[in-house]
């Protein structure tokens, strides 16, 4: 269940409740022999009355608590948010490793290696040499692969520090979240 639900759970609970405190406080009324009301049992009627505040006081924080963390994450959960983070900076991983090991295919092109027949390691570039590597590194077939995959990684990055942001928010918004506890 998300954060918001619970919350969602936690106030409806508080309202259900509340009537039925009113209710109660009726039994510590009493008409006396003059037809007036009187107060039978003032302790019950206070404590009533002081846990009815108290619900009260919670279902408006809660709501506000409620609104913040509705805004902040939307239709979304801190677990999902935490997942996309997760997701984005193993992609940019990936990435990465895909960018690399383009770059060794095309060394391997360099020196007369067929894709079929390469084995990926860094053993390649001393085979090379130096100058065909910096050949490589400064051709435009690896030049255009570099771009796509640095926007690519920016885009991730951008959105892993989104998630990471609103994560921080809501988590900061649910720490304020105040649990109804025991209703009396």
């Known amino acids: 269940m998300s954060q918001i639900a619970d919350i969602e759970k936690q ?5 259900s409740r509340i009537p039925a405190l009113r209710a109660e406080t009726r ?6 022999p003059a037809g007036e009301m009187e107060v039978s049992d003032p302790q019950r ?6 846990e009815i505040e108290r619900l009260e006081a919670l279902i408006a924080h809660n709501s506000e608590v409620l609104a913040r963390l509705q805004a902040i994450l939307g239709d979304r959960t801190i677990a999902e948010l935490e997942r996309e983070k997760v997701f984005a900076a193993n992609r940019i991983e990936g990435i990465k490793a895909e960018l ?5 295919r095309l060394v391997g092109r360099a020196i007369g290696i067929s894709d079929d027949y390469l084995i990926v390691g860094d053993h390649l570039f001393h085979q090379a040499g130096r100058q065909t590597v910096s050949k490589v590194l400064k051709g435009e077939e690896f030049a255009g692969l570099q771009l796509k995959a640095e926007s690519e990684v920016a885009a991730l990055q951008e959105k892993l520090a989104a998630c990471s942001d609103m994560v921080r928010q809501a988590q ?6 105040r649990p109804v506890g025991g209703i009396a």
Do not use: H, Q, V
């Open 172 to 177: 900061s918004a649910f720490a304020d979240y």
């Open 45 to 50: 009627l206070k404590a009533l009355n002081d």
């Open 11 to 15: 106030i409806r609970a508080c309202r």
């Open 100 to 104: 690399d090991y383009d770059l060794k």
């Open 27 to 32: 039994s510590c009324m009493s008409f006396g």
